[in-house]
């Protein structure tokens, strides 16, 4: 079991499109979401995962991407001592968020991330977010982690997915900045 590690305190994100850059603020320890979106957007496209290695790489002491990794690479590399930035199908465009920790999820009896969503808190039985909520130090369950991260390509699939109650731990599809700072 890992427990949360906090590099800065919750930063959200000002609009729509800077989850990525709020992610990375919070990973660097500064509040400055629009500086870094602007140079996310010289450095490519903000939200690619290999625009987001180029900046990060530099900037954090240790790093590294992985491309297709699993729940199981997750709690791992929370185990080691990481934070994680990654992807999921929250929204139709698809939606960056912090994993800080991990811990049993007495409701399922298997376990839940402790995520900062930058945006608000997600709710995975209705697949939205919840309005006027906080994603500050938030937890996601596995199976809602698992559905919209790792196995699936949108927003409907994911919702699907969640419904099923699917959980393979150890599949592969979701992708992970592993980062400590």
């Not at 590690?5 to 629009?34: M, R």
Request: charged share 20%; net charge negative; glycine share 8%.
């Amino acid at each position: 079991m890992s427990t949360s590690t906090k590099v800065l305190d919750y930063v959200a994100q000002p609009n729509a499109y800077t989850c990525q850059s709020a992610c990375i603020a919070k990973v660097l320890g500064t509040t400055d979401v629009e500086g870094i979106r602007a140079a996310l957007e010289a450095i490519g496209t903000p939200g690619s995962p290999d625009t987001m290695a180029q900046y990060l790489k530099p900037r954090v002491k240790s790093y590294k991407f992985l491309i297709s990794g699993s729940l199981e690479d997750a709690k791992a590399a929370l185990d080691e001592g990481c934070v994680i930035i990654t992807h999921g199908w929250f929204t139709g465009s698809g939606h960056v968020i912090t994993l800080t920790g991990y811990e049993p999820d007495p409701a399922t009896l298997s376990y839940r991330f402790i995520v900062d969503d930058p945006w608000m808190e997600f709710s995975f039985p209705d697949a939205d977010y919840i309005p006027n909520s906080s994603g500050d130090n938030v937890r996601y369950s596995s199976y809602g982690i698992y559905a919209y991260c790792v196995a699936s390509s949108s927003l409907d699939r994911a919702a699907q997915i969640y419904d099923q109650g699917r959980l393979l731990s150890s599949e592969k599809g979701a992708w992970l900045h592993l980062i400590k700072n």
